[in-house]
């Protein structure tokens, strides 16, 4: 009976347990890839980065990639600005129109072309120097001029005393004039050749150039007024202490900021000019005393009125921006109307030693001695 039973129910059971067995692999088939992607994920550790974060997490790692590249940045522009210096240095830099400069360096909107760009590197500007820009003419008139009047104060203080009747007196005098336009023309040249560096070197500068047109008016003023005046002592320390003031007056309105912009060009040139004008009534004084024959033939004033002339024309020009203004972009970069300025100042000043040399040539032939009726 156990038998015939156990035979009975062995096909059936053998039914079930293969049905099971297959249905079992059915769901293993089924589950694998997600069994072996939690295996991996298992073996990498944290969840993976295609599972979106949550916010929090998001904005902090965010905050520690912008902070990671901040430094780098800096020092990509670092490297970038070392690189134009670089190029600057090299002299690759080419000149720019005046539209793109920056604003400290627009000074003559008639010139507009030809203008050098910023170059933060004194070793730039100073290799400029022989190169073909609206500066070149500014840099080279000036510069040639401060070589002319250096060596004529130094032939001119190594003269032998017996030529002087005064000699320690009139060294002072003439050293007086020679070092004031020694200043003023290489304040002027230097100026103009680190006038592209930075505003801060540029406006330092140009304080210096302004400083240093006052001090050749007032040095000229000293031999003139000492030989002029050389038998009235009291004319010639008051002319001598106004002029002083005066100049040392210009200096000091030379120190604003504002009086090197362009809108104060006209103010720069009635400052020096009115500074130069000044000696209009001594002049009047020395003509009236003299005569007018004796003060233009013996007193030297025909030399002195033509100094005059080319100080007020190159003034003039300065101001008005003549030619440029009537030619815009045809003088940009010769024959410019700051050009013409530094040439007839450095004509003026010469044409200024002359006549100085002349009354002294003659103060030597009298022998130092006076007449009552004369201030020479």
């Not at 730039?124 to 040639?144: D, P, Q, V």
């Not at 150039?209 to 008051?238: E, H, K, N, T």
């Not at 200096?251 to 040139?269: G, L």
Request: charged share 15%.
């Amino acid at each position: 009976m156990a038998s015939r039973k156990a035979a009975a129910t062995g096909p059936g059971t053998g039914l079930a347990a293969a049905a099971n067995r297959e249905r079992a692999h059915l769901e293993l088939a089924e589950l694998g890839p997600l069994l072996e992607e939690k295996g991996e994920q298992g073996a990498a550790g944290p969840p993976s980065a295609e599972d979106p974060p949550c916010p929090a997490a998001r904005e902090e790692e965010e905050e520690v990639v912008r902070v990671l590249t901040l430094p780098l940045q800096a020092h990509h522009a670092m490297e970038k600005m070392e690189e134009f210096v670089y190029k600057v240095w090299e002299g690759r830099w080419r000149v720019i129109p005046y539209d793109v400069l920056p604003d400290w360096l627009k000074d003559n909107d008639y010139l507009l072309h030809g203008h050098r760009p910023p170059m933060p590197s004194f070793r730039a500007c100073f290799k400029s120097i022989f190169r073909i820009h609206t500066e070149t003419g500014n840099i080279w008139t000036h510069l040639l001029g401060f070589v002319l009047f250096l060596c004529l104060g130094i032939l001119t203080m190594l003269r032998p005393n017996m030529y002087f009747m005064a000699p320690l007196q009139e060294k002072v005098v003439f050293g007086m004039f020679f070092l004031g336009a020694v200043l003023c023309l290489s304040f002027s040249w230097l100026f103009h050749t680190v006038y592209c560096h930075s505003e801060k070197v540029s406006r330092t500068f140009s304080k210096l150039d302004y400083s240093g047109i006052a001090l050749l008016i007032m040095g000229s003023f000293v031999p003139w007024l000492y030989y002029s005046f050389y038998c009235s002592p009291q004319p010639r320390l008051i002319y001598l202490s106004i002029v002083c003031v005066l100049g040392i007056s210009a200096i000091i309105v030379a120190q604003w900021d504002r009086f090197a912009t362009p809108k104060h060009r006209q103010t720069r040139a009635g400052v020096f000019l009115g500074l130069g004008l000044s000696g209009v009534v001594p002049t009047m004084h020395f003509t009236i005393a003299e005569g007018f024959v004796k003060a233009t033939t013996v007193g030297q004033m025909g030399w002195f009125f033509l100094m005059a002339v080319m100080y007020i024309t190159g003034a003039g020009l300065y101001a008005a921006r003549i030619p440029e203004r009537f030619f815009p972009g045809k003088f940009d970069i010769w024959f410019q109307s700051h050009q013409i300025f530094h040439v007839l100042v450095v004509a003026a000043a010469f044409v200024h030693f002359y006549g100085v040399s002349n009354l002294q040539e003659f103060r030597y032939g009298l022998e130092g001695g006076c007449t009552d009726d004369s201030l020479l």
